[in-house]
């Protein structure tokens, strides 16, 4: 019915299935009602073993489902490749199945076309049921007449086979013929023709799975043939009930808690012949005459075995039926069109490609003609449906083409300078193809054309002659680009002008504030909001916070060093004491602090408590007064200083 792609949602980022009707069905209302059924069938449930359906939309003639892209394989691509599967294993995926089909019927839908193509098994090793195409909501009236009956026969439920009144139950029995098949490998039942094998799934039971595989648990072999009840109400009641009995076997696999499990009911019987001498008394005492004529002795030897009569009977209505179903698949299958391969037809002329779709039964119809760079006139340059490796279509289908006009000189427009729109329309009105490119430009006002060219990117100016179909590109304005402002606070004011300009903003000013609440010369203000879009270039002023924060520090100084002293000694070479000095230190012109040591002294320290930045001034004098050197130099607060 459809063609699934494999898609990406640019919205959120994210894989996605996107399942498209067919083009041949979408003019049949019956296949669109279907497909509509699905979308709608699968769109109103939500489950983790379901496929989730995300969107559901019709554009024009295409119809299609968005959905959730599973990552896995299909459990027939698993039984082919594996064979059969470990029990436990298999007891655990039928539980997620049923668990989906529980929320299903909770919600009035029926699948009708459980299989185990139509289950996934995620890379995690979760089931996922999929597939929703012929899921229909239950009503009193859900009847499938026989020869509109949809799935695939190996698992169907007898009375899906008979074209009967399929519900939920239904679902449950294609259930068993699933875990059948998981456990022994193998389908229950399997012919040549589709009609043999539904003819099977009304008459014949199934060999038991423990027979095929004799290490399968009793609890799961009784799961299965109660699921594969030919009568509807022998089965489980609901998927509820199933999803136990499951439970169940994992915990008691050898348990006999599984009820109502029924055999046929055709086996030999015996049969009492004290019946047929009563007859034979009862005929003789009425004397009744000896029928005469063609079919006489097989009257009267049914009358003696009526046991026999009514198995015959039994038999021709058997054969009877098998005969209409026959009979009705021959007719269906002679009626339904064939599949065949779509032809590829580009670059054929129109007569070339009726005669090729005439070999298959096809029809072509000229859905248009257009103007073309390379393609020459008269000659095809697309097909609907496309032509791809192993997509077939059904026979007497129509496919629609698209023929070449050949090349057409068109002289280029003037479109620098219009709206965007306006440009467009132009440029296709020409007969030219356009792509649309978009950039910031300062001095151009938004959504104007900025300039054009041709794919290889050469400016192509107004007037000039080119071959309709030639690809212009278009560039249109953005204005001027938007940037965000960066946050500034806390950065020194080096530091945001950096950040400013690397955000392709312009500094203006720095404004001071003093404010021993907030941290020192750092900026706490800007005149634009961080994280606001604004445009390029555009100025900001910075507020720095800026005040006198007393530190403590010291100054040292070094005298033996300042007045190059050297030990003294008298006439006889007694070493003569140290004369004694003053030191004066004066900060910004002021006197701060005086000491009297001698002169020898290596290390006279000053404590100092400041702000900011100080000349500070050290005068050594004599005991008499008299200056002896002075050392003047920058001292800044907190600092520690030797001279």
Known sequence: MATVYRAKCLVLNRYVAVKVLRDEFTTDNEFIKRFNIEAQAAASITHPNIVSVYDVGTEGNLHYIVMELVKGKTLKEIILEDGALAWKWSVKVAMQIASALEMAHRNNIVHRDIKPHNIIITEEGIAKVTDFGIAKA???????????????????????????????????????????????????????????????????????????????????????????????????????????????????PNGNFVEGITKADFATQRIDLSSIKKSEGKRAIKEEPEKKGKFAKISKFFEEHKVLKVICIILACVLVFALAMGGTYLALSLGRAKDVQVPNLANLTLDQAKEKVKELNLNVEVKEEKYHLE??????????????????????????????????????????????DEAVNLLKETGLEVEVKEENDDKVEKDYIIKQETEDEKEITEGTEIPAGTKIIIYVSMGIEQVEVPDLSGKTESEAKTAITNAKLKWKSTEKVSDSSKPNGVVVNQSISAKSMVDKDTEITITVNEFNEIKNGTITVNVAAILNYTPKTDAEGNEIAPESIQIALSLDGEEYATKNITEDNESCKFSISSTGSKTAKVQIKSTEGTVLTTKTFTYNSGEDKSI
């Not at 009847?143 to 009956?149: D, K, L, P, V, Y």
């Not at 799935?151 to 029995?173: C, I, M, W």
């Not at 077939?392 to 629609?400: A, D, L, N």
Request: glycine share 6%.
């Open 375 to 420: 393609i020459p006139e008269g000659q095809i340059i697309e097909q609907d449906p496309r032509y791809q490796e192993n997509y077939k279509i059904k026979e007497g289908s129509t496919i629609k083409v698209i023929i070449s006009k050949g090349q057409e000189i068109v002289k280029m427009p003037k479109v620098v300078g219009l709206k965007r």
């Open 138 to 252: 239950v009503s009193n009236s859900t009847i499938t007449a026989f020869g509109t009956t949809i799935g695939s026969v190996h698992y169907f439920s007898p009375e899906h086979a008979r074209g009967g009144y399929t519900d939920a139950k239904s679902d449950l029995y294609s259930l068993g013929v699933v875990m059948y098949e998981m456990v022994t490998g193998r389908v229950p039942f399997d012919s040549d023709t589709p009609v043999s094998v539904a003819l099977k799934h009304m008459q014949e039971e199934p060999i038991e799975p423990i027979e095929l595989k004799t290490e399968l648990p009793k609890s799961v072999n009784d799961i299965i043939l109660k699921a594969m009840q030919k009568d509807a109400e022998k089965r489980y009641a609901s998927a509820t009930e199933m999803v136990k009995d499951l439970e169940a076997a994992l915990k008691n």
